[in-house]
């Protein structure tokens, strides 16, 4: 993503070697930006970031307890817990979803 290669200049960390280009540096997953002399053209991006979210559609869901789990086993074991409805998991997992 764009907002992960808003790196301060000279927080740059180099991701690739003398005279890279732009689109080998981007290849491997790396940010390019040559406008700026003496820092690394070539750098890593920031990592993404992410949230944990419990799922809404509770077809979607994917157990993570027993039949009979009380919702603060659940929320120990860190999962989520919705005693609702009937027929699909009360104790779930989260889902990972970036910022």
Do not use: L, M
């Amino acid at each position: 993503a764009k907002c992960q290669c808003k790196v301060v200049p000279r927080e740059r960390t180099n991701c690739g070697y003398p005279g890279i280009s732009a689109a080998e540096c981007k290849k491997i997953g790396c940010c390019f930006n040559a406008s700026i002399p003496s820092v690394p053209w070539c750098y890593n991006p920031k990592p993404k970031k992410v949230k944990k979210i419990c799922p809404n559609d509770p077809y979607n869901r994917i157990n993570c307890g027993h039949p009979g789990i009380k919702p603060r086993e659940c929320t120990r074991k860190g999962c989520c817990f919705r005693a609702h409805p009937a027929g699909v998991p009360w104790c779930f997992y989260h889902r990972v979803v970036e910022e």
